[in-house]
């Protein structure tokens, strides 16, 4: 961690507090008309060594992007889904439970971004960069992303306001030029690194992490694999190795969500305190 994030975890090699936060709300809040009463949550991150302040400051932030709403009973300030941040937690959701470690679907369709930028769009040119690596894009040569498969990258031009400097095609490879070249665009060793890093980190069940319950090792597990899948381009399975690290990954994931899924929602029930919204 540094210095910089203002996260108050006790280890250097957890994750952000905002990381931890968008994983809690999509356990225990997505999907439900809740809001969260703050101190609670406070208590609930206290087992992930994060301090009070970082908590606060995380929320305030969050409300301050549109993405939590207040809701105040007596000296009581609750925290609630607002709907932009329910788009992003069922995004989350949906790569974690829905999309799979593999891409076997695959179709043989590339989606490829192009674009020139002046020097005086800079900043949106370093935005758009970090949005399609987010997106799952690698850059195949100067000024040309592509990414496996249609993706819509409709809203990320839009809030960029880059539409008279933004191609977007989708494409299948043709001769001479074969789909396994075109993987050449993603840092697939590093890929592979962070999988078998996960792997290391849980392998135990995450002992070594010295976490005092399942509602703490819950959130964190959740948070790794969450920021794994994040990152993963989802690259055909076809053009990656019969061993590849994400699919012992994700069977790891999944046994140990399994394993603490009880225990720690008993533990956030003795916990939290929950004010009902939106009825």
Do not use: C
Not at 253 to 279: M, T
């Amino acid at each position: 961690m540094t210095s910089d994030d203002g996260d108050g975890a006790a280890h250097s090699s957890s994750p952000r507090p905002q990381s931890l936060m968008f994983s809690f709300l999509g356990v225990y809040v997505l999907g439900r008309r809740v809001a969260v009463y703050s101190g609670s949550v406070i208590d609930v991150f206290a087992r992930l060594g994060v301090t009070e302040e970082a908590v606060r400051s995380t929320l305030t932030r969050m409300v301050n992007r549109g993405l939590l709403a207040r809701h105040r009973q007596g000296r009581k300030t609750y925290f609630g889904l607002t709907p932009k941040a329910t788009g992003v937690l069922e995004d989350g959701r949906r790569r974690v439970w829905e999309t799979g470690a593999v891409n076997r679907d695959w179709d043989g369709t590339w989606t490829l971004v192009g674009f020139s930028l002046p020097d005086s769009l800079r900043g949106a040119r370093h935005d758009l960069r970090s949005r399609l690596v987010w997106a799952g894009f690698g850059l195949l040569q100067s000024g040309l992303w592509i990414a496996p498969g249609v993706k819509d990258v409709t809203g990320t031009v839009t809030e960029l306001g880059l539409h008279e400097h933004v191609t977007v095609l989708a494409a299948r490879a043709l001769k001479p030029t074969e789909s396994a070249d075109l993987v050449r665009a993603f840092d697939t060793p590093r890929i592979a690194e962070r999988y078998r890093a996960f792997l290391d980190r849980w392998h135990d069940g995450g002992t070594r992490l010295g976490l005092p319950d399942d509602l703490a090792r819950q959130l964190l597990l959740h948070t790794d694999w969450l920021g794994l899948v994040r990152q993963d381009p989802h690259l055909p399975a076809e053009h990656l190795p019969a061993d590849w690290p994400a699919i012992r990954a994700e069977r790891a994931f999944h046994e140990l969500a399994r394993a603490w899924e009880e225990p720690a929602r008993a533990l956030a029930a003795a916990v939290l305190d929950e004010l009902p919204v939106g009825r």
